[in-house]
């Protein structure tokens, strides 16, 4: 009828199972601590106060470094397009695509000079489609992951970056 186990096995299913179950974090206002405000804050130049979606840069705190990594989704490495579908999905709660090329389609495109925090931003680095996308944050910055130095924040005007921008929108409703 039933047959034991040993032991070992027993443990080694527990380990498995546990490591399984949703360790994924839950990114919210209230569990981000005024550090990591503070930290954001300064790099963008804003106040602290101007930071309002502190679920937001707890998660970039966190994935913050991580290497680039084409189709990459999780803490080992991570693209561009993964990166920002994982904010959507994570920070939002949001399901957006997953590739560049249909992040692209799914936006109401928008001047630059309209540009608000969760925004999309595309680069064109291959010369004839949208090659990278990156997440508009506040004062000009946004969140991206590069192939040099993995998940950053920087300036949207950044001189080698900035003759690459194409075009940039907000997530269709």
Request: hydrophobic share 35%.
């Given at each position: 009828?039933?047959?034991?186990?040993?032991?070992?096995?027993?443990?080694?299913?527990?380990?498995?199972?546990?490591?399984?179950?949703?360790?994924?974090?839950?990114?919210?206002?209230?569990?981000?601590?005024?550090?990591?405000?503070?930290?954001?804050?300064?790099?963008?130049?804003?106040?602290?106060?101007?930071?309002?979606?502190?679920?937001?840069?707890?998660?970039?705190?966190?994935?913050?470094?991580?290497?680039?990594?084409?189709?990459?989704?999780?803490?080992?490495?991570?693209?561009?397009?993964?990166?920002?579908?994982?904010?959507?999905?994570?920070?939002?709660?949001?399901?957006?695509?997953?590739?560049?090329?249909?992040?692209?389609?799914?936006i109401?495109?928008?001047?630059?000079?309209?540009?608000?925090?969760?925004?999309?931003?595309f680069?064109?680095y291959?010369?004839?489609?949208?090659?990278?996308?990156?997440?508009?944050?506040?004062?000009?910055?946004?969140?991206?992951?590069?192939?040099r130095k993995?998940?950053?924040?920087?300036?949207?005007?950044?001189?080698?970056?900035?003759?690459?921008?194409?075009?940039?929108?907000?997530?269709?409703?």
């Amino acid at each position: 009828m039933f047959r034991v186990l040993p032991s070992g096995l027993i443990l080694f299913v527990a380990v498995i199972f546990a490591s399984c179950s949703s360790s994924r974090k839950v990114y919210t206002n209230s569990n981000v601590s005024n550090q990591v405000v503070r930290k954001y804050a300064k790099l963008m130049d804003v106040s602290p106060k101007k930071i309002k979606n502190k679920a937001l840069y707890g998660f970039i705190n966190d994935w913050e470094g991580t290497k680039y990594r084409y189709g990459g989704l999780n803490k080992s490495g991570v693209d561009c397009s993964g990166l920002v579908y994982l904010i959507y999905k994570n920070v939002y709660k949001e399901e957006i695509p997953r590739s560049t090329s249909a992040q692209v389609n799914v936006i109401k495109r928008k001047y630059e000079n309209q540009l608000k925090e969760g925004d999309l931003v595309f680069f064109n680095y291959e010369g004839s489609k949208i090659s990278h996308v990156g997440l508009f944050l506040q004062n000009g910055y946004y969140v991206h992951a590069s192939t040099r130095k993995g998940v950053m924040v920087q300036k949207l005007r950044d001189p080698y970056t900035y003759k690459y921008f194409s075009r940039c929108g907000s997530v269709k409703q």
